[in-house]
């Protein structure tokens, strides 16, 4: 304690409604519990919402508990916060390496006014999580911290921001058709099964009543099983999406000493993250294989500092999957100059690339076929079986060439353009200033094929993107092009020829870019 | 055949000799400690035997094959060079790579020497950037001084150099 009196002051609480919050969602806890045991009058049976009501009132309290223990000061230098009432916390970050501050609202706190402030550095994950703020308190931070304009007066921001892209309704059809409809048809129905139990309701008796099952046989019955459940998974999808994406909009908004990427979306919890232009260095378009006939991509920008976690909505995304030609448009807005390098024309990579995918499409199935084959003679596994992967030989071939079809690079003006990938053909445009290192990777099968693998080093996004099996001679070239004044010491007598591509954007590359590293 | 190779010149220096020592000296410790454990089991756990036992007959000759010819074959690849622009470094064996950082985006220089390293006068010259673990370059088997004078060089040269905080 006589640490915190030596240095009280500005130290500051989390709203107070935050307690009223509590308060609040402690009340609706009780609602499914006061409803089983009085209206259905289940008694004890109802014994696992009687658990949900336990747990809801003791996160409640914990909840209160920590409003009570949670100051927060912002410094000249520094940002701190205390926490806490078991286990003290104390943690303090230079302001100069805040990098986003992001707000999100889940509905009560929109009923409340509350916003809960994401502030996070350059670290892996969010340093600060204020929940929650009066959502004015909550712009003055972000205000204060980024040097952004605050929002206060909507009119004034509207005519600051630039709209670059906003929900269309045909998007829909990209985000909620998916295999992943079986999964959460899968969990909406345990869920309903174990909800109606409680109230005295057997879902499997419900629903084998609802069809004459034996009179369809049993392959109607898969038929309709399955077309029932992807509907509903579907259903569950696309509530899922609206309540995620409602309201999307990307916009460039103008901050004190630039200008920022902004997404602004949901529907119940909105969430707006903040992305600094002058972080940006570039953006990446992904396809994923299976619906690559649908025309659907992902976008990403490439950026320092952003957080990024597998399986968490990145901060990267800024749009929801779209159609490739809407992905390539917001991206070229994104970028913002005429050099559009999206629509570069790409270089292919030599047929030895395709050879070397051609190896391994026969000895991935082939290597476990044989070894089946073996088992299969000692008997320890059914002689057949070694088929099933000898099988998938010509599948292997064919995505082999798929693979080798998705490979392309070009320089267009200042940017690099990498394309890549088989489960998700990715094209990745970075500008060259914010490459801080080549790799060129060699193995001895590459070097009989004269094939080598450009790691191009950033310090955003992946922090690695590679250009696999470029021809030899052109990896160096590649990077020449990007950064002439750092490769020219080093190329080889001769590849400096070589090197000035025929094509006019090889030329325009090194006259746009020697002011930048001069 | 030049052109199975990148059109890169080769870094101007080799590394130390003695180096070779150490990369021979890294396969005992580890060939023994794995083989060591095998044995160990093969002989104490009966149950394992039927496994191990194939391991027991691939294993040696191909660590004897690692043992005398790896570590030529790592001296002859490794190379280094710093020039006014960037570092560069060639490293590897079965699968060689060449990379290349500018000057302008290291962020820190390490000079490592392990245990082994010292008694060999050797050290590892680190340096890393913003692309963190999977960017940088570390230059093994320098000797111990010479690893000194590079790092105090660069650190001139990155105060001379402006970099832009990436």
Same mark, same amino acid.
């Given at each position: ?91 303090s970050v230079p302001r100069d390496r805040i990098r986003t501050v992001d707000t999100s609202a889940k509905l009560r706190h929109r009923l409340a ?406 | 055949?030049?052109?199975? /190779? ?7 220096? $080799? %590394?130390? #000799?003695?180096? =070779?020592?150490?990369?021979?000296? @890294? &396969? +005992? ?37 690692? /043992? ?7 001296? $002859? %690849?490794? #190379?280094?060079? =710093?020039?006014?622009?960037?570092? @560069? &470094? +060639? ?76």
């Amino acid at each position: 304690m006589s640490a915190v009196a030596l240095d009280d002051a500005g130290w500051q609480r989390l709203n107070s409604r935050v307690a009223w919050v509590d308060l609040g969602k402690m009340v609706v806890t009780f609602i499914p519990s006061v409803v089983a045991a009085v209206v259905f009058d289940q008694g004890l049976q109802a014994w696992p919402v009687f658990i949900v009501t336990g747990l809801g009132v003791v996160s409640s309290v914990l909840d209160l508990k920590r409003w009570m223990h949670t100051r927060y000061r912002v410094g000249a230098d520094r940002m701190e916060i205390r926490k806490g009432w078991l286990i003290r916390r104390y943690r303090s970050v230079p302001r100069d390496r805040i990098r986003t501050v992001d707000t999100s609202a889940k509905l009560r706190h929109r009923l409340a006014g509350l916003r809960v402030v994401h502030i996070s550095s350059g670290e892996a994950r969010t340093s600060f999580k204020l929940d929650a703020l009066e959502s004015r308190t909550a712009e003055r931070l972000r205000a204060d911290l980024l040097g952004v304009t605050p929002a206060v007066e909507t009119a004034e921001v509207k005519a600051e921001e630039t709209v670059l892209a906003r929900l269309r309704w045909s998007w829909f059809v990209y985000n909620i058709v998916s295999v992943w409809a079986f999964l959460v048809s899968g969990l909406l129905l345990l869920s309903a099964y174990l909800t109606m139990q409680t109230f005295g309701v057997d879902l499997r008796e419900v629903i084998a009543g609802a069809v004459d099952w034996r009179s369809l046989g049993l392959g109607w019955t898969i038929v309709v099983a399955t077309a029932g459940c992807f509907v509903l998974g579907t259903f569950g999808m696309a509530l899922n999406y609206l309540r995620e994406k409602a309201n999307f909009r990307l916009v460039r908004t103008r901050t004190d000493d630039g200008t920022a990427l902004l997404t602004r979306q949901g529907m119940f919890r909105i969430r707006e993250v903040y992305r600094d232009d002058r972080r940006l260095r570039g953006v990446a378009i992904s396809e994923p294989l299976l619906s690559r006939w649908l025309r659907l991509a992902e976008t990403e920008v490439v950026s320092t500092g952003l957080s990024w976690t597998p399986g968490s909505d990145a901060a990267a995304a800024i749009l929801p999957r779209t159609s490739v030609a809407e992905a390539r448009r917001v991206a070229a807005l994104v970028l913002g100059d005429e050099h559009r390098p999206l629509d570069a024309p790409l270089r292919r990579h030599p047929r030895p690339a395709l050879r070397r995918r051609l190896v391994w499409a026969g000895y991935v199935p082939g290597v476990p076929a044989a070894l089946l084959a073996w088992l299969g003679a000692t008997g320890a596994v059914p002689g057949w079986i070694w088929a099933v992967p000898a099988g998938l030989i010509p599948v292997a071939c064919l995505l082999a060439v798929v693979a080798y079809r998705s490979l392309g690079h070009a320089m267009a003006g200042p940017y690099l353009v990498m394309r890549s990938g088989l489960i998700r053909r990715t094209t990745v445009v970075l500008q060259s200033r914010g490459v801080i290192g080549w790799g060129v990777r060699q193995s001895l099968l590459q070097r009989r094929l004269g094939l080598a693998t450009l790691r191009v080093q950033t310090a955003a996004g992946n922090r690695v993107y590679e250009v696999p099996d470029i021809a030899a001679g052109e990896a160096a070239a590649f990077a020449h092009a990007a950064t002439p004044v750092i490769l020219a010491p080093i190329l080889a007598e001769g590849a400096a020829e070589a090197v000035s591509d025929p094509q006019p954007d090889g030329q325009e590359a090194h006259i746009a870019h020697d002011p930048a590293h001069g | 055949m030049s052109d199975t /190779l990148p059109a890169l010149k080769p870094p101007s220096h $080799r %590394v130390e #000799r003695r180096a =070779i020592l150490l990369w021979t000296l @890294y &396969a +005992l410790i580890w060939g023994i400690s794995v083989i060591g454990v095998l044995v160990a089991l093969y002989v104490f756990l009966p149950a394992t035997r039927p496994w191990i036992q194939p391991f027991l007959w691939i294993l040696p000759p191909i660590y004897l094959l690692y /043992l005398t010819r790896v570590p030529y074959w790592r001296y $002859r %690849v490794h #190379r280094w060079e =710093i020039t006014d622009e960037a570092v @560069y &470094a +060639l490293s590897g064996w079965i699968v060689r790579e060449w990379r290349i950082v500018p000057i302008s985006r290291i962020q820190s220089i390490d000079v490592k020497k392990g245990p082994l390293q010292s008694r060999l006068r050797l050290a590892t010259l680190k340096i890393s950037t913003a692309a963190a673990s999977e960017g940088g370059i570390s230059i093994i088997g320098l000797d111990a001084d010479v690893a000194e004078r590079c790092s105090d060089r660069l650190t001139d040269l990155t105060q001379t150099v402006p970099g832009d905080a990436t």
